[in-house]
């Protein structure tokens, strides 16, 4: 069984402040997606890398994907308090019988303060 | 609409009845999944279906869980007998081949009294 494990499990932070949030598995991924969850509501996505050490910039968003693609991060600069949500990774295995799955980690959820 | 569209948004019901969730997909979306969601928790995968093929039913956690897709199109989601810790909420998701992104529908929010 693939495990994507997410961490922090909750974050509660100021207007303002940067914040990390991490998704690691022993597992290599041919493609990891980030979604965010807003309550009531199904996840939207947010990204998608693919390549191993791949950076991607969504305005404040900048998400990785490890050079082993085994583990990726999500990084938000000046947190505003719209980006209040529920994060959650997933990644995807090409071929054999997980083809089409989706490992889904257990989502962060983010509390901005304003 | 052009989303994924579940119904309905709300059931309660009383243990031990059966429910039956229903999922409208993006047209033209082959792959389908059912995922239930705890609160505040990530996705648990229930099944998924991909065209034609037998669909992969290896997240259904018992035999009161059953789903089926008609062609490329409506899925049903069943719970038979229904218990407490049934409550929660099931997506369903859309893409137009497996591996590619999945595109959610709001969600049935399930509840078990």
């Known amino acids: 069984t693939q495990l994507l494990e997410q961490s922090p499990q909750f974050l509660s932070i100021q207007e303002g402040e940067n914040l990390t949030v991490y998704c690691n598995s022993s597992?290599?991924?041919?493609?990891l997606q980030w979604y965010r969850q807003e309550p009531g509501e199904g996840p939207v996505l947010l990204v998608t890398?693919?390549?191993?050490?791949e950076v991607k910039k969504l305005k404040r968003l900048t998400f990785q994907f490890g050079d082993a693609r085994k583990d990726s991060s999500l990084h938000i600069t000046a947190a505003q308090p719209g980006d209040t949500g529920l994060y959650l990774c997933?990644?995807?295995?090409?071929?054999?019988?997980?083809?089409?799955?989706?490992?889904f980690g257990q989502g962060t959820i983010l509390t901005v303060h304003p | 609409g052009a989303g994924v569209s579940q119904s309905p948004s709300n059931k309660v019901t009383e243990k031990g009845k059966d429910v039956e969730l229903r999922c409208d997909p993006i047209?033209?979306?082959?792959?389908l999944y059912w995922y239930r969601q705890r609160l505040g928790q990530g996705l648990e995968f229930l099944i998924y279906?991909?065209?034609?093929?037998?669909?992969?039913k290896s997240g259904l956690p018992s035999d009161r869980f059953s789903a089926e897709r008609t062609g490329e199109s409506v899925s049903t989601l069943t719970i038979q007998r229904t218990q407490q810790e049934d409550s929660a909420v099931y997506l369903c998701?859309?893409?137009?081949?497996?591996?590619?992104?999945?595109?959610f529908g709001d969600g049935t929010r399930l509840s078990i009294l």
């Open positions: 998701a859309s893409s137009l081949v497996g591996f590619q992104p999945q595109h």
């Open positions: 047209s033209g979306h082959t792959a």
């Open positions: 997933a990644g995807a295995r090409a071929g054999g019988t997980s083809y089409g799955k989706l490992t």
């Open positions: 597992s290599v991924f041919s493609s």
């Open positions: 279906f991909q065209g034609n093929s037998a669909p992969d």
């Open positions: 890398v693919v390549t191993g050490g």
